[in-house]
């Protein structure tokens, strides 16, 4: 507090100014920069084995192969996962292209020729009278 009455006014609005200044602009930049994080661990489970352990079990089946055994679930999890997403998306596709209606223009189905017929015939619908010619 001192050292702010020997300073000058204009001075110490513009030191405040920067401080104000750095602290809001440091919250954006550490936004718009993501953290590494790999998706695997970067050391090797093998370290373990040096560790001490009171247990009954060698490090080994303790601590080293259970963390592969569960890396290794993972890795399998992760393909199914992927497997069952692209089967989904799929399937997803096939439904929109199966329900999406087609237009009216030329290419519709009620624009496809089909059979000759006539206004108001009724022959397949009501049966026809027996006809009475000559028999041979």
Not at 71 to 79: D, G, I, P, V
Request: charge should be positive; proline fraction near 6%; hydrophobic fraction near 35%.
């Amino acid at each position: 507090m001192i050292l702010l009455h020997l300073l000058r006014p204009k001075t110490v609005l513009s030191i405040l100014a920067i401080i104000l200044a750095c602290l809001a602009f440091s919250q954006e930049a550490a936004a718009q920069v993501q953290r590494y994080q790999p998706s695997m661990p970067t050391t090797s489970s093998y370290l373990n084995l040096t560790r001490f352990n009171n247990g009954s079990l060698p490090n080994y089946y303790s601590l080293v192969r259970p963390q592969q055994q569960q890396r290794s679930f993972n890795l399998q999890e992760q393909a199914l996962r992927r497997q069952q997403t692209a089967s989904i998306s799929n399937l997803q596709s096939d439904m929109l292209r199966a329900t999406t209606a087609t237009g009216t223009g030329k290419g519709s189905w009620f624009m496809t020729p089909g059979s000759r017929s006539t206004f108001l015939d009724t022959t397949k619908y009501y049966p026809q009278p027996a006809r009475r010619g000559i028999q041979r």
